[in-house]
C-alpha cells in the first residue's frame, strides 16, 4: 500500500478521505465517516484518537458489529478466500494459513466455542503474536466474563486499527507500534566487527520452527537494517542462529575439526512486541556472551 | 564386566589369562597367548605394548585375520545376533542399533564396496564417533591407498583393543583412552553457583538428534559426576540445554513472561575423544556467556 | 607454630594441655585450665566450645579481665614489643605495623576516645579485616551502647580464639574460619587454560595499596594454591592483575602495539570474610569477561 | 577558531586567503600563498594534498625551515611563551605542560641531542600521542638515520597540518584525522541500559595518570557524546572507570556490603589513534564483561 500524505488527508475531499481510510476499521467505513468532519488533523495520533473516541462514543449495536465485522483466525473466511486483503496480510505474517493441520483443527474448534460463548468472533492483533502465544491468549481468553472479554476484544480492534493506520498514512509523527529486533556480531578473537556472518532468525513453536528472516552482517558487524523493524515483534520464542564457524574458516582464524562452535544459537524470548531487542554476540573460536541490548 | 585386577592376572595360571583377555583382540585370543608368558607386567600400559607388539611382530595373515574378524558397521553380524558381546556394546554406544533405515542403506552400501575393495570390513573404534563423524570417517578411508587403509584399520584395532582392555583391567596405572565433558552453571544475578538447574546433552547429527544425558546441577553449580567421564567423548556436535528460565522463576528472581531467556542452547564440537571439555555457563535472566574450559 | 594433635592433648598431664593452650584467649590460661579436666574432646569444635562456654559461664570481673588483656590496635604495646606473639603476628598480618602515620595517629585517638568510653582496649579479629574495614567498625562500634559493644567485643575474643585454635590444634575436623580465594585465567583465543600468566592480588585502602600475594598460572590455568586460603579473607577491596599481554606476546597471538589488553586489573570487594570467591578471567588479546564463582 | 567556509575561501581574495590558512604549516604561510592561484578547490581533501604537494616541490631549504619552524616540545618556547596559539594548543592536549619536572628534564636533554643530530627541533604530533608514546618515539627516532628522520619529521608536519586544516575549514568532506571513543553500559541483571552511570576516562603513564574525561550514562546507557571525538585518540594506555556499585544501589538492586563490584576498572591500550574504539560493559552487580567493539 502506498502511504498517504496526512495533509492531502486532510484537504480531500470528505468522501476520498473516507474511502481512503474505510478498512482501518474492518467493514466499519462508519468510523472514517464520523471523523472526516473534525479535519484537520496535526498529526496521526490525533487522528487515530479521534477514530478511537467514535467508537468508544458509537452505541452499543455498532460495536457490537465492529466486533462481528472481524473474520475467525485460519477460519472459514481465510479458507474461501473471503477476507479483506489487510485481514489476509495479517494472517499470513503470523503464518496462520501455514499451520499445520493438527493446530488448524484446533484454532476451529476454538472458534466456534468462542463464538457460542460470546456471539462474536475471536479477535486478536496477530502481527503483535506467534503462534504459541495466539493459542494461548485463545485459550486464556474464552474463559473470561462476557463483559471483561467484549472490552478486550475492542482493546485488540484498536491495535489492529492503530497498526493499518501506521501503515496507511505519513504525518509528522508515528503511532508507537513499532518495536525492533536487531542483532551485531563481534570478533573477539580479531577485536573487529564480525563482516559476512549468516544470521537466520527463526521462531520456535510447539508446532514447529518458522523462519523469520536471514541476512549477512556487514562492515560493522550489524544486518543492513534491523531483523525486525518498523512493526511489532511478536510474543515469541526465537532462535537467532549465527554461521560462526564459517566465519572463522573464511577469515583464516585458527579453528577446530569439527570447530568447537560452528552454527550458534542464541534463544530468546520476546514479551513486549513494542520494545527494543539488540541480541548481540561477541565470540571467538572458543567463547561467546550475548545479553539483551535496546 | 567386573574389572579384574592385574596383580591377580600377572599370578594366574596362563589358561586363565588367555581365556581372561582372550577378547580383548576381537577372535584373536592368539594375541594373549602369546603375551602370557612374557608376565609379571608392571602397568597396563606395559600389558598393552606387549600385546600390540605382539600384533606387529605376527605375521601378514595373522594381522589379516585380526581385520577380518571384526564385524561390520550396523551389518548383517548385528542384525542375526552373532557379534560378541563386546561389539554389540560398542555399536549400541553409538546409537548404530537405532539408525534411521535411510542411514543403514547407506551403511550397508558402504560396507559391501569397502569390502569389495579392500578384503575386510570396516574397522573404527565406535565409542569415538558420533553418527556423523562414522560416516564422515567411512567415506574418507574409502578412497584411501589399500596400504594406508590397512594400516588406518589396525590403528582402530589398537584403539578398540585399548578400550577393552581399559575397561577390563584394573591396575596401577590406566590408559590414556578417556576424555571428560563437563559443565558448571553460575548465577551472575545473585552471584551464587546456580543450583538445581536441569541439564540435558543431546548429540546432534545429519540423522536427528540423540539424547546423551540428563543431569541436575548441585549446590556448586556443578553436576555430581562429569556429563561424560571414564569414556572418549565421541567426535561429534552436541547441544548443552539448560532450563535456566526455571531456575529463576523457582529462585524468585523477577523475570519476563515469556522469560527473555528460558532453555539455552550451547552448540558445540568435540574433535579431541580423549580432549577434556569444560563447558561453563554464567548467566543471568538477561545474558549470559560460555568458553572452552578444561 | 607447631600444630598439636588433639588425641596428645587429650592425654597430656593437665598442666601440659594448659601451657599449650593457656595463650588462645590472651593472657587468660585460666580458660584451658578450667576446660582440662572435662578432656577428651572428640573435635577441635567440642573442645572450643567448652572453652567458650568456660567464659561465659565465669564471672563479669573475669570477662572483663579478658577484655582488659588485649592489646589495643597499633597502639603502644605494639610500638614498645610488649605484645604477646600471637598479637604480633596478627596486628601485622593487617599491616598495622606499616600504617601511614597520618592513620595511626586516627587509631591513636580512636583508641585513646574508645578506652575512655567502655573502660577496655577496642578489640576486633583483625585477620577478618583490611584496614579501612578495621577504621570504619572502629567508628561504628564507638558509638554503641556500652552493653551492646561489650557483647560484640566478646564475641571479637571468640573469633580470635577460634582462629588461634584452629592454628594450633589439628583433629579429625576443622573450625569453620577459613574463607577462599582462586583465580582462573582462560585464553579464549586459543581455547585452552592460560598458562604463565602473572597475577598480582593488592588490597585497595583510603591509606593506598598493599601487595597481598603474586602468583603465576599453571597448565590448568590456575595457581598452584589459592591466593587466599586456609584463614579469613580480610574485609577490604583488592585488585586482581593480570599479566595479560604478556602472557598473548609470549604465545605468539597477534595483539596490538601497544596492546589493547596489557595488565588487566579486576577490583572487587569481599564483604564475607569465611566466604569463597572465585574470580576467574576468561580473555582473549580483545575481550574479557569475570564473574564471582565459588 | 571559528571554521571557515571552503565556498568563501576557494572565493576569497589571494590576500586574505593566505592570511587566513597561513598557520596551518608552522611560520610557513609561503604554502598557502604557492596553491592560492590553484583554486577553487572541490574539497578539504583537494587543498590539503595541493598543500602537501607545494612542499614536496619546494627546494631542500624551504622544507628544512619548515622543520625548523616548529617549536621543541616542553621546550623553551613553550615556557617563554613564544609559540604560535596552534602550538600552544597542541602541547596542552598531550598534558606537555604538565610534566613532572622529571620528564621535563628528560624532554629538555631529549631536545638537546636531538637538535644537535639533525639540525632541527624533533617534531611529532603531539595530539596522537599520550605522554608515554612521544617519550618512546622520541627515544626510537634519535636513533634513525638522518635522511630517514628527516622524512619521518616531513611526515609529522604533514600531519600536524591536516588536523590543523580540519580544524579551520569546513567542506563537503573532511580529513580522515578523527578517530573515537566510546562506551556502553548495560545492567545485565536488569536487561535494561544502565542509565545514571558516572564514567570517568584517564589517561595511564609512567609519570601518572592525567584525567581526560568525565560523564554519566544517559537512558541508552551511552554518554550523550562520544568520550573522545573529531580529534585523534592519543596513543596511549587508559582507564575507564565505572561507577557501578552506585548504579545498582540507587536502582535498588540488591548488592554485598562492601559490594562485590564497586568501581569496575578497564585498562586498555590504543594504538591507532584515527581508529574507532568502542569500548561497552554488560555487568550485574556480580559480573561483567567488555571487548573492542568499533
Not at 496480510?89 to 484454532?107: H, I, K, M, N, W
Not at 505519513?170 to 573487529?192: F, I, K, M, Y
Not at 510447539?206 to 537494517?225: I, M, Q
Request: include cysteine.
Amino acid at each position: 500500500m502506498t502511504q498517504l500524505d496526512l495533509d492531502a488527508l486532510n484537504r480531500a475531499p470528505s468522501s476520498e478521505f473516507v474511502s481512503a481510510l474505510g478498512g482501518i476499521f474492518e467493514h466499519a467505513p462508519w468510523v472514517a465517516a464520523a471523523v472526516a468532519g473534525r479535519r484537520p488533523y496535526g498529526s496521526v495520533a490525533d487522528l487515530f484518537a479521534a477514530m478511537r473516541q467514535a467508537v468508544l462514543d458509537s452505541d452499543e449495536e455498532h460495536r457490537l458489529g465492529l466486533l462481528r465485522g472481524h473474520p475467525e483466525l485460519a477460519g472459514a473466511a481465510a479458507k474461501s478466500g473471503n477476507m479483506t486483503a489487510e485481514s489476509v496480510a495479517e494472517q499470513g505474517s503470523a503464518g496462520l494459513d501455514r499451520l499445520p493441520s493438527r493446530r488448524v483443527a484446533l484454532f476451529e474448534e476454538l472458534n466456534r466455542a468462542y463464538r457460542e460463548r460470546f456471539g462474536f468472533p475471536f479477535i486478536i492483533c496477530v502481527r503483535r503474536h506467534g503462534s504459541d502465544s495466539l493459542l494461548r491468549e485463545f485459550q486464556r481468553r474464552i474463559e473470561l466474563k462476557p463483559e471483561a472479554e467484549r472490552s478486550t476484544a475492542l482493546a485488540e480492534v484498536f491495535r489492529i486499527a492503530a497498526l493499518r493506520l501506521d501503515a496507511a498514512v505519513q504525518g509528522p509523527d508515528r503511532l508507537p507500534v513499532a518495536g525492533r529486533l536487531s542483532t551485531h556480531v563481534l570478533d573477539t578473537a580479531n577485536g573487529v566487527p564480525a563482516e559476512g556472518v549468516a544470521v537466520a532468525l527463526v521462531e520456535l513453536s510447539e508446532a514447529g520452527e518458522r523462519p523469520v528472516v536471514s541476512a549477512v552482517t556487514n562492515a560493522n558487524g550489524r544486518t543492513d537494517s534491523p531483523l525486525v523493524g518498523d512493526r511489532p515483534v511478536p510474543r515469541a520464542a526465537y532462535e537467532l542462529r549465527f554461521s560462526l564457524g564459517e566465519y572463522f574458516r573464511a577469515r583464516g582464524t585458527p579453528i577446530a575439526d569439527p570447530p568447537f562452535l560452528d552454527l550458534v544459537p542464541i534463544r530468546f524470548g520476546v514479551a513486549d512486541p513494542e520494545g527494543h531487542y539488540h541480541v548481540p554476540l561477541a565470540a571467538s573460536p572458543w567463547s561467546y556472551s550475548t545479553y539483551r541490548g535496546s
